[in-house]
C-alpha cells in the first residue's frame, strides 16, 4: 500500500506535540488525533 503522505504526517504529529509541551503524552495525543482524521478520509471522486 502507497502511503506518500507518511512523512509529512509524521512531521505534523510530532510539531503538534512539541506544541503541546512535547514528551510521550503529547506524541501518543496528537497520533491519535491523526490516526482518527485519517479514519475518515475520503478520498475525492475524480472529475469527469
Given at each position: 500500500?502507497?502511503?506518500?503522505?507518511?512523512?509529512?504526517?509524521?512531521?505534523?504529529?510530532?510539531?503538534?506535540?512539541?506544541?503541546?509541551?512535547?514528551?510521550?503524552q503529547a506524541v501518543a495525543e496528537a497520533n491519535r488525533k491523526a490516526a482518527?482524521?485519517?479514519?475518515?478520509?475520503?478520498?475525492?471522486?475524480?472529475?469527469?
Open positions: 500500500m502507497a502511503r506518500p503522505a507518511a512523512p509529512l504526517t509524521a512531521f505534523l504529529v510530532g510539531y503538534a506535540a512539541a506544541q503541546a509541551g512535547g514528551g510521550p482518527k482524521l485519517a479514519v475518515g478520509w475520503k478520498p475525492e471522486e475524480p472529475e469527469q
